[in-house]
């Protein structure tokens, strides 16, 4: 599976989850609500401008803090695609993974600017650049882990190892 | 070639040995949510459709993020999690009237014990690792799945050591010697790392301290912060057990990333600046910094000991006329031990406001919101932009008795300042 996106924003290193949804919409399951205040901790425009499958890239540590999954589930909820950064926190990967939010480490992500436009091709883990022709390579996932993947998240993967 | 403590307690789980990096799924002991993380949670675990939980009996669920209820979003969401724990038989389910900050209420109420497995939905579920458990912080689809399952999926992490050794110096507790090692190997220093606590001086401390450390694992990026029992921890546990527990403590040959060392006499009281808890600076280096607010509470700094120390400080003095002084017990048992010992009375006399248990401002929930350029000092763990209230707020980390003198100053200051 191949995905193609603009970089919508480029965030700097460490954006906690405080900054991805505040903890006063921690008050509520719904992903539309969750949608409306996606990064708004850090930019209170962000949910009304990004557009369906944009992507974002960030340096070091995204997503450190607390174990919200609402924040995740806000990227995911307003359109974001998938998410590059050069690492990610531990429990922010896990979430992603769980469901179902594409996200990569790339070490190069200092070459991607905004308003880039990327191709991710998902078996390979390479990212083309197609606004400078640029190709960075990213880490691979574990077996374990592309398996969750492959079946859409988590809950799938449970489902369908314990045939429920 | 030996093992680590998060090594072998992994292991036992699995019944076959296991090595750092290996990817895993593992029986679980303990699993645990909130008023914040149990909501999306159940509505996952709802979507399976399996008919009860893993083993009721080891599901834990507290109301203590926004409850007592702070608005009506956050009563049906407390509601919404009282009527599951009815459902699906769960006994240790904390409401109102005995609940507290579920790090605080766990270990004191003997629900985790060394040895264990603790998943918990809640990033600073790394707390418990001070009780020599592997315990570490999820997302609520994990939650979920271990609800459903029993089990989660791990990746069995590499250890850094750290090692303290040397002398304390007064006023020096766990949340110097944390915030201080966070301040040097940075917030991402320990990402998908356990980190282990050794050293002379670990013997030392009481739970209460050594329970701060390893909460604030999570602030370095760890994935767990484990201490291995010893008497101390047995003292504390045995009266609190209802289950048999294991003792596991790392081979002296163990493979470790990394082994960083402390001199703890030369190590000060510590302050976090904004915006990040590493960002800390030893008490003389502070330098004129004034504040609105003082909160001593949270599940890093909420204990019968942290309370102690603040009444230390604060007895016969006043708090500032300008500052607001807001404690908060982190649970109803060291909110009574607190109101026995006289230092509820020693708190309000002094000026103090004190809180039912709840995590309240810690998150920014309520009881202690900041307004746009208001700066707070706070015994808990996290000075994100915002954490308390407005973007424009500012929160700095301290240990208890810090955190009591600057009430009395109106600043920053030492607690020999105001001696
Ligand atoms: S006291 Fe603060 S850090 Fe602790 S569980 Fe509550 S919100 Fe989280």
Redesign the pocket.
């Known amino acids: 599976m191949k995905i193609a996106g603009q970089v919508f924003e480029k965030f700097r290193a460490d954006i906690n989850t405080d900054e991805i949804i505040p ?1 006063v919409y921690l008050d509520t399951t719904s992903y539309e609500e969750l949608a409306k205040h996606a990064m708004e901790g850090i930019d209170r425009e962000f949910a009304n401008s990004v557009s369906q499958g944009d992507i974002i890239v960030a340096d070091k540590n995204f997503g450190c803090g ?1 174990s919200r999954e609402h924040a995740p589930i806000a990227i995911k909820a307003c359109g974001v695609s998938c998410i590059i950064a050069k690492s990610f926190a531990r429990i922010f990967y896990r979430n992603c993974l769980n469901i179902g939010l594409p996200i990569f480490e790339c070490g190069e992500v200092d070459k991607i600017k905004k308003g880039d436009v990327l191709e991710i091709d998902f078996q390979t883990g390479l990212i083309k650049n197609l606004s400078t022709n640029e190709t960075y390579s990213t880490t691979p996932f574990p077996e374990f882990m592309q398996k969750l993947i492959e079946v859409g998240g988590l809950m799938e993967y449970v489902r369908q190892k314990n045939r429920l | 070639m030996g093992k680590t403590i998060t090594e072998k307690i992994l292991a036992t789980h699995l019944e076959r040995d296991v090595s750092s990096g290996e990817l895993i799924e593992v029986k679980v002991d303990v699993a645990l949510g ?1 008023d ?1 993380t149990a909501p999306l949670a159940i509505v996952e675990f709802e979507k399976l459709g399996v008919k009860s939980l893993f083993n009721p009996d080891r599901v834990v669920l507290v109301l ?2 926004f409850a007592p209820n702070k608005d009506i979003r956050s009563a049906e969401q407390c509601k919404f999690v009282r009527a599951f724990a009815k459902k699906y038989g769960v006994k240790n389910f904390f409401d109102v009237g005995q609940m507290g ?4 209420l766990l270990p004191e109420q003997g629900l985790v014990l060394p040895g264990d497995i603790i998943i918990g939905a ?3 579920t790394c ?1 418990y690792g001070a009780l020599g458990a592997f315990s570490t912080g999820v997302g609520s689809t994990d939650l979920a799945a271990v609800w459903a399952t029993g089990e989660i999926w791990l990746k069995v992490p590499q250890t850094i050591k750290f090692v303290y050794y040397g002398k304390l110096n007064p006023w020096v507790g766990g949340k110097d010697l944390i915030l201080h090692t966070i301040g040097d190997i940075g917030v991402d220093g320990a990402n998908y790392m356990a980190m282990e606590f050794t050293g002379e001086v670990i013997p030392k401390l009481t739970m209460a301290d050594r329970l701060t450390m390893s ?1 604030m694992a999570i602030e370095a990026g760890g994935k767990a912060g484990i201490i291995a029992p010893d008497e101390i921890t047995l003292e504390y546990i045995k009266p609190r057990a209802k289950r048999e527990w294991k003792v596991y403590a790392s081979d002296s040959d163990a493979e470790y990333v990394e082994v960083r060392e402390y001199d703890c006499s030369q190590i000060e009281p510590q302050v976090a600046f904004p915006h990040l808890p590493s960002n800390v600076k030893p008490i003389s280096k502070v330098g004129q910094v004034e504040i609105d607010q003082a909160v001593i ?4 700094n ?1 204990r019968i000991e942290d309370l102690r120390l603040a009444a230390r400080v604060l007895k016969g003095k006043k708090v500032h006329k300008d500052i607001r002084l807001i404690i908060i017990p ?1 649970t109803q048992q060291i909110y009574l031990q607190a109101v026995k010992e006289g230092l509820v009375e020693i708190f309000i006399e002094a000026g103090g406001a004190v809180s039912t248990p ?3 401002p ?2 920014g ?1 309520y009881m202690g919101i900041l307004a746009q350029g208001e700066r707070c000092i706070a015994t ?3 000075n994100f932009v915002g954490r308390m209230g407005h973007k424009e707020s500012k929160v700095y980390l301290a240990n208890p008795a810090i955190t009591a003198a600057s009430a009395i100053a109106g600043r920053i200051v030492p607690v020999e300042d105001i001696l």
């Open positions: 903890a607390s | 909130n914040i203590d993020h900050i579920e790090h605080a809640d990033s600073h707390t909460n509470g949270s599940c890093t909420g982190g709840t995590c309240g810690c998150l929930g808990t763990n996290r």
